[in-house]
């Protein structure tokens, strides 16, 4: 095998996408951020976060807090694709958390089911090692409104989708990783 075949192998092996599920407060992002710096530097970090109020913006400054050099942070509250379109091919992503991009999505009002659909097909073909996080919204109680029903419906659908286009899927427990796929 030639030098050149190597890499090139080594990299199309490299190209898988990880998705990580679990209910608030599971581990997700904390695990996420493990086995991105598993791999070689530079990471990029795509947050679909809006800092609203004040507790919003302390949360975000803990996921920056943990993230040291080496991460790239690309924020991506509403055009996901777009960011993930502008990604440089091999190298390491960690999207948190598409929840939040759904929930940015609903808010404003947009096609839900086209930006999900324009999302999937960006997820169905990494470039590198790219990891997904989304919270399980669907084992608790139906809940009482028709938008937060709305959501739970529409977070489940996406869920399913990514699930079935992903490499493997990882479901947090009290932080601790299940292997579901």
Request: aromatic share 4%.
């Amino acid at each position: 095998m030639t030098g050149a075949t190597a890499t090139n192998d080594t990299a199309a092996s490299n190209r898988n996408l990880t998705f990580i599920l679990g209910g608030a407060r599971s581990g997700k992002s904390s695990h996420a951020e493990m086995l991105v710096t598993a791999n070689p530097s530079p990471w990029t970090y795509i947050a679909t976060a809006q800092a609203y109020d004040d507790e919003m913006r302390e949360r975000i400054a803990l996921h920056r807090s943990r993230r040291g050099e080496g991460w790239v942070t690309v924020d991506a509250p509403l055009d996901l694709a777009g960011a993930i379109a502008a990604l440089p091919n091999h190298e390491p992503v960690l999207i948190d958390c598409l929840t939040l991009w759904l929930t940015n999505h609903m808010l404003a009002d947009h096609d839900v089911e086209a930006e999900c659909r324009r999302l999937a097909d960006l997820l169905s073909r990494p470039r590198g090692p790219w990891f997904v996080v989304s919270n399980e919204v669907g084992l608790g109680i139906v809940p009482d409104n028709a938008l937060a029903r709305r959501f739970r419906d529409a977070a489940g659908r996406l869920n399913q989708q990514v699930a079935a286009i992903a490499d493997s899927v990882l479901m947090m427990v009290a932080g601790l990783p299940l292997k579901v796929k």
